[in-house]
Nanobody
Framework: QVQLVESGGGSVQAGGSLRLACAAS????????MAWFRQAPGKEREGVAF???????GYADSVKGRFTISKDNAKNTLYLQMNSLKVEDTAMYYCAAAKRPAIYGLLAYEYFYWGQGTQVTVSS
């Protein structure tokens, strides 16, 4: 049984940093795509960043240059380093994982496994 558990969310002032982690248990596909999504109240879920391997990553335009996605295969954990946070980054952040190869991108419907989310709140 696959389980994705996010951690690292919290409240921070604008300009600050947070590091999210997604621990994957029962997920043995080290070379399949994983991603971070977020959803703010009243808004649709949007893709933030995806990771297949160190040479295949991608970011939403809104976070490019500020967020960095990485993965530790030994720990089976996906990370999202978030710097220079803005008020508009406030959202519930979700980790997602693909169930088949060749999935990379920021389309939510392509990811099969989802975590419960971790809240990020950025204040001015």
């Amino acid at each position: 049984q696959v389980q994705l558990v996010e951690s690292g969310g919290g409240s921070v002032q604008a300009g600050g940093s947070l590091r999210l982690a997604c621990a994957a248990s029962g997920y043995t596909y080290s070379n399949y795509g994983m991603a971070w999504f977020r959803q703010a109240p009243g808004k649709e879920r949007e893709g933030v960043a995806f990771f297949v391997d160190s040479s295949r990553t991608g970011y939403a335009d809104s976070v490019k240059g500020r967020f960095t996605i990485s993965k530790d295969n030994a720990k089976n954990t996906l990370y999202l380093q978030m710097n220079s946070l803005k008020v508009e980054d406030t959202a519930m952040y979700y980790c997602a994982a693909a169930k088949r190869p060749a999935i990379y991108g920021l389309l939510a419907y392509e990811y099969f496994y989802w975590g419960q989310g971790t809240q990020v709140t950025v204040s001015s």
